[in-house]
């Protein structure tokens, strides 16, 4: 049987491409960026096999327009992208990518810690723009100490847990908030758990890392941000939807705390009329934090081993809807 696989970036790499051609015939989306709503539409008529990510909605339309669709391979590791009731419902594999990324969106934490703590984008932009007149002064650009203060981590799934490990480096006081309480965590690095409000209120800088589900969306949100130190920072690399955005920029003009470090929004890409990109104590990056050559290339190989092995009637190795395999036992 020859299968056939729609792949909706041109971007992922050769070495993941390969194995899906081992087994399939591939079609890969020509044009930069997430293929159009209706051209996504008739790709997947004919397909057995959907290689997809982030951008693209997976919902019970589009699987009605895949009427052989055997598997949805995203290439990340959140999947609130795709209706999983709907997939399951039709039989479909939904699979993603976790831990491949873990170390490099744990990097990516810290590096925005250290940047939003210490001013650095405001310093390269400082002497950048010829501002630097003194070659030394008491007070010029500070910032604030990383080392001994307190991290709050909300959400202590392999991304906090790694985030955690760094932290200690730096002698920092660590509490967490999850949902599951992690105590052989709290005893081999030392941490403590604590109620999320506590967690927010003792941080001096609170780091996200829960998934975007419907009981975390806006889960930091006005109430909560009003909880914070005034000197207190944000740091998002998970969802752009578990932040109220609004209520943040809210926070942050009204000096509720002191900045911000965002890797990811509400909306993406975020648009150029969006406040917090006009404030000197926010840091934006364009969701970068999973963004380095070994972790992107290992996101693909694992999104195209999930593939390969959906589409042979193997169980995938990070299949989200393991339900699927019940109701076909039935």
């Given at each position: 049987?020859?299968?056939?696989v ?19 015939e591939?079609?890969v989306?020509p ?7 209706d ?6 008529a004919?397909i057995d096999?959907l ?8 919902d019970?339309?589009?699987m009605?327009?895949?009427k052989?669709?055997k ?5 990340s ?5 795709i ?32 940047a ?6 405001e310093g390269?932009d400082?002497?950048r ?6 070659k ?19 959400g ?15 002698n ?8 599951i309480?992690n ?11 604590k109620p ?5 209120r ?7 890392h ?13 109430k909560?941000?009003?909880m ?14 578990i ?5 943040l920029?809210?926070?942050l003009r ?15 890409p975020v ?9 000197t104590?926010?840091i934006v ?20 081993q ?22 076909r036992?039935?």
């Amino acid at each position: 049987m020859v299968y056939r696989v729609y792949v909706t970036s041109n971007e992922v790499p050769q070495e993941a491409l390969e194995m899906v051609r081992s087994v399939a015939e591939v079609k890969v989306n020509p044009e930069y960026g997430t293929p159009p709503r209706d051209v996504l539409m008739k790709e997947v008529a004919d397909i057995d096999g959907l290689y997809c990510n982030i951008t693209e909605k997976i919902d019970a339309p589009l699987m009605d327009a895949g009427k052989h669709l055997k598997i949805v391979a995203s290439m990340s590791v959140g999947f609130d992208h795709i209706d999983l009731d709907a997939a399951t419902k039709r039989g479909i594999l939904a699979t993603h990518t976790p831990g491949v990324l873990t170390e490099a969106v744990a990097d990516e934490t810290l590096g925005l810690i250290l940047a939003v703590g210490r001013r650095l984008v405001e310093g390269d932009d400082y002497v950048r723009k010829g501002r630097w007149k003194l070659k030394w002064s008491p007070m010029q650009m500070v910032g604030r100490d990383i080392y001994g203060k307190t991290l709050g981590i909300y959400g202590l799934g392999r991304i906090g847990i790694a985030v955690a490990k760094r932290a200690k480096g730096f002698n920092m006081k660590i509490v967490y908030y999850d949902a599951i309480r992690n105590e052989e965590a709290e005893r081999t690095l030392g941490i403590a758990y604590k109620p999320k409000e506590e967690v927010i209120r003792e941080s001096d800088y609170l780091s996200v890392h829960v998934p975007l589900l419907p009981e975390t969306r806006n889960s930091i949100g006005g109430k909560e941000l009003k909880m914070m130190k005034k000197t207190a920072y944000l740091i998002n690399t998970a969802r752009g939807g578990i932040v109220d955005e609004q209520a943040l920029i809210d926070a942050l003009r009204a000096g509720t705390i002191a900045g911000a470090a965002l890797d990811v929004f509400e909306k993406e890409p975020v648009g150029t009329d969006n406040p917090l990109l006009t404030m000197t104590n926010v840091i934006v990056e364009p969701h970068l934090a999973s963004g380095s050559i070994e972790s992107r290339t290992a996101m693909a190989v694992l999104a195209a081993q999930n593939l390969v092995a959906g589409l042979k009637g193997e169980v995938p190795p990070n299949l989200v809807n393991r339900q699927v395999l019940e109701s076909r036992r039935r």
